[in-house]
């Protein structure tokens, strides 16, 4: 069931509506801690895009409180069956 939910946001081009819609919900989400300058969510069929990128969610917070905010409150937490595994990056490519 969880590889069916994730094949519906992650899958390519006739998933649009899903993935809208889960790109609505995860920027409402990780928004409660702090203003948000970028989220991306690669998809395999985004140009460039890294297989082993695929179905992460990335999150450049304007203040970096906020992303230690998310880090503390969502790190190791359950989502769709697995526990949520955050990292700080130095960038993400527009």
Known sequence: KDLD???KIIG???NNSE???FMQDIQFE???FGAIDLVKIPRPTDLGVK???VGKVFVRYLNISSAFSCYNLLNGKPY???PV???FINSIEQ
């Open 5 to 7: 939910l994730q094949k």
């Open 12 to 14: 390519g081009p006739e």
């Open 19 to 21: 993935y809208k819609e």
């Open 30 to 32: 990780l928004g409660k």
């Open 51 to 53: 297989q082993e990128d």
């Open 80 to 82: 769709m069956g697995k």
């Open 85 to 87: 595994d955050i990292l």
